[in-house]
């Protein structure tokens, strides 16, 4: 069975920096796009970053670009985010997900684009 598992998250100060993990098993995903979305109390689930296969491109959404870096290694079946210099409104629930599209190579941005979700971590910035 495919599963994704998000590590990483947790409590940190306004300014300061944290590396969320992905882990994918039952499948790679070598060739597949993957990504990360964020969910709020209260809000919609919103995109943050995704990577294609190979790394070719990756895609930020405006409020995290220049902050935030997604990569993934794929000898490990594993995507990253390293957040730097968050922010109060980064506090969400961070969710990976993997596209099961293997034709796809633009990344994509769209929930619908993605087949595969984890279950997500927490993460709280305090002001």
């Known amino acids: 069975q495919v599963q994704l598992v998000e590590s990483g998250g947790g409590l940190v100060q306004a300014g300061g920096s944290l590396r969320l993990s992905c882990a994918a098993s039952?499948?790679?995903?070598?060739?597949?796009?993957m990504g990360w979305f964020r969910q709020a109390p209260g809000k919609e689930r919103e995109f943050v970053a995704a990577?294609?296969?190979?790394?070719?491109?990756?895609y930020y959404a405006d409020s995290v670009k220049g902050r935030f870096t997604i990569s993934r290694d794929n000898s490990k079946n594993t995507l990253y985010l390293q957040m730097n210099s968050l922010k109060p409104e980064d506090t969400a629930v961070y969710i990976c997900?993997?596209?099961?599209?293997?034709?796809?190579?633009?990344?994509?941005?769209?929930?619908?684009?993605?087949?595969?979700w984890g279950q997500g971590t927490q993460v709280t910035v305090s002001s």
């Open positions: 997900a993997a596209d099961g599209d293997v034709r796809r190579w633009s990344p994509p941005r769209a929930s619908r684009e993605y087949d595969y």
């Open positions: 039952g499948r790679t995903f070598i060739n597949n796009a």
């Open positions: 990577v294609t296969r190979n790394s070719y491109s990756t």
